[in-house]
Each structure stands twice: as C-alpha cells, then as structure tokens.
C-alpha cells in the first residue's frame, strides 16, 4: 500500500542541537509539505516542495531547513534557531497543479526539546 | 484573523446521536477539506468537496460556496468517531504559487457510549 512514512514518532532533543525529521512517500506524488501542529491552533505551512530540487517557504519556515534531493523523500532539519521547536510534525503530500488537495499525511514526529 | 473558523470547538455526544461539525471561511476557494485526526496524532482525509454534497458510509459533506460554509455530519455515531476533526481551504494564488491552505483549529469530538 502507499503512504507517507514518518520517523521516528518520538524524538527528544537537548536545546542547541540540530534535529532532522524523516519523511518518505511513495505515492509517487510530485508535491510535498511539512507542517507544524501546536495544542489549539490550526496547522501551520513550515516549507513545501512543488518538484524535486525546488522547495519554497511557508509561514513559519524561520529556524528550519529542507532538501528535496529524491522526489520520495523531504527531511525537515529543525535548527538550534527555531526558538520553540517542540511541537507535533506532519509531512504530507499531494498530486501537483491541484492547489494542495487532496492531502495525504504521515503519522507526525512529536519532537520534545528541553 | 483566522479565515476559517469551526464550530463547536469541542462536542460530546452520546451513542447514536446525529452530529454536524461547521465550518466557515472568508476566501475564495475551489475546494475544501474535512480531515479527521486520531488520537495518536496521524491524520487521514474524509471528503474534499467542491460543490453539493458527498457520502461515505456515515459521515456526509455538505457545502455551500455562495455562503462560504460547509458541514460534516456523522449519523448514528459511535465511540470509535471520536477524534478531532478538522478543516482546511486552499488560499488562492499565494505568493503566485500553489499549496498553501488555511486549516481550521479543528473540532474535538467525543462519543461516550
């Protein structure tokens, strides 16, 4: 079956250290996307990637990283500069040219930071 | 100002109860989203609708583009619905460029049995 895969669920990290969240796909889908979640707020566009070697940033892209080197895979470094990074990661993906609709998710990454 | 706004923010049923989950939004769109959200976090889409109404066993969408407003409506409803569900609008011509939607904060529901 296809599907996003995210790894790991849980990851715990000591403040100043650079983390990176994995996210493969194999739906063969042309657009990707990486999102955070935060208790009561909607999701929120950290980067996406419309094709392989491009990637654009999103609304809250400050203190993150990407690379879309394969068009199955698009890892989200979270920098020591990101002032908040614990939160809940999802990476998603969809068919290019269809204004992000429909959306397939990962499971999410719960990065903890202290 | 978030552009999408749902209600109820949170909602607790009893077994069997028919629920409807609402959802509004101010921009232009050419489709919309209703996602459901388990639990342990991993989230799974339901419906994207442009127009009229959609089916899928006992969850129905509904929306309206000339009032900007959607439902989702779960009948009969059962422990297992009990999630957060949420909503989410694509933003027409962000930055020139395609793949940026507005979700909504999502509503939580609980199905006691």
């Known amino acids: 079956d296809g599907g996003i895969t995210q790894s790991p669920k849980y990851l715990f990290r000591k403040e100043g250290q650079n983390v990176t969240l994995s996210c493969e796909q194999n739906l063969n889908h042309d657009a990707m996307y990486w999102y955070r979640q935060d208790p009561g707020q909607g999701l929120r566009l950290i980067y996406y990637?419309?094709?392989?070697?491009?990637?654009q940033k999103g609304d809250i892209a400050e203190g993150y990283s990407v690379s879309r080197e394969k068009k199955e895979s698009f890892p989200l470094t979270v920098t020591s500069a990101q002032k908040n990074p614990t939160a809940f990661y999802l990476c998603?993906?969809?068919?290019?040219?269809?204004?992000?609709?429909?959306?397939?998710f990962g499971n999410g990454t719960r990065l903890t930071v202290t | 100002k978030n552009e999408v706004e749902q209600s109820p923010q949170n909602l607790t049923a009893q077994e069997g109860e028919f629920i409807t989950i609402n959802c509004s939004y101010s921009?232009?769109?050419?489709?919309l989203h209703w996602l459901q959200q388990h639990p342990g976090g991993g989230i799974v889409s339901l419906f994207m609708l442009s127009s009229g109404k959609k089916k899928h066993g006992r969850l129905i969408a509904t929306i309206n583009i000339q009032e900007k407003h959607s439902s989702l409506h779960i009948t009969a409803s059962h422990p297992r619905d009990s999630a957060v569900y949420i909503c989410?609008?694509?933003?027409?011509?962000?930055?020139?460029?395609?793949?940026?939607?507005?979700f909504g904060k999502g509503t939580k529901l609980s199905v006691k049995p």
């Open positions: 998603a993906s969809s068919v290019a040219g269809t204004g992000g609709l429909p959306l397939h």
């Open positions: 989410a609008v694509p933003i027409m011509n962000y930055g020139g460029s395609q793949g940026n939607l507005i």
């Open positions: 921009v232009g769109i050419s489709a």
């Open positions: 990637s419309q094709i392989v070697n491009d990637f």
